[in-house]
Structures are given as C-alpha cells and as structure tokens.
Nanobody, 121 residues
Framework: QVQLAESGGGLVQPGGSLRLSCAAS????????MGWYRQAPGKQRELVAQ???????NYADSVKGRFTISRDNAKNTVWLRMNSLKPEDTAVYYC???????????????WGQGTQVTVSS
C-alpha cells in the first residue's frame, strides 16, 4: 500500500502565506506526477498545481504567480508554497500522487486525507 501524509494547513489572514507538505510512503515502486487539489464547501474538487517527476509544472489560473509547487524525488515529498492568500483560497487541500506500487505493474492515483486551509481576518 501507498500512503500520503499531508501537513501545514491552518488559519491565516488575507495576504499571508502557508506551506503545505505531503510525504509518500509505503510500497513505492515509482512516483510519476504529484499535485495538489482543493475542495471548497459546495464546490467540486479542482486542480491547484501539479508537478511531473522531471519537474515540469502546471497551475490553475487562479493561483498562478502566488503558489509554487516543488518536489524532492529522493524524499518522495511534494510541497505547495502559498503566498498572497485570499479568502477564496479557503478549502480542504488534498495531495495527489500517481504511483506504481511494488505490488503492481501499473500506476494508480493515491490521495491524502486532506488539510484545511482557512483564509480569514
């Protein structure tokens, strides 16, 4: 099995910053794409940012220039640095990884449990 453990959420004032972390562990054969999604109350889950194993990145238009995704392949860890936070960034943030476990010869999506980010004064 593969587990994703997130940390770093919390309450922050508008204009503030947070950094989310997500570490993958377990029976990992290879990790391909990693990313962050978020889901606000009453809304569908949406992509925030993603990063390929080679380092190429993709961001939602709403976070471009404010959020930065990065990863350390040796540590199986991905981070999301969030600057200039706005109230509309309030959501549960989920880590995602496309992983081939050592138990299978194909890759699957894995999800973290989610971490709450609240932007409010």
């Amino acid at each position: 099995q593969v587990q994703l453990a997130e940390s770093g959420g919390g309450l922050v004032q508008p204009g503030g910053s947070l950094r989310l972390s997500c570490a993958a562990s377990g029976s990992i054969g290879a990790i391909y794409g990693m990313g962050w999604y978020r889901q606000a109350p009453g809304k569908q889950r949406e992509l925030v940012a993603q990063i390929a194993s080679g380092g190429s990145t993709n961001y939602a238009d709403s976070v471009k220039g404010r959020f930065t995704i990065s990863r350390d392949n040796a540590k199986n860890t991905v981070w999301l640095r969030m600057n200039s936070l706005k109230p509309e960034d309030t959501a549960v943030y989920y880590c995602n990884a496309f992983v081939r476990s050592t138990m299978h010869n194909y890759a699957s999506d894995y999800w973290g449990q989610g971490t709450q980010v609240t932007v409010s004064s």
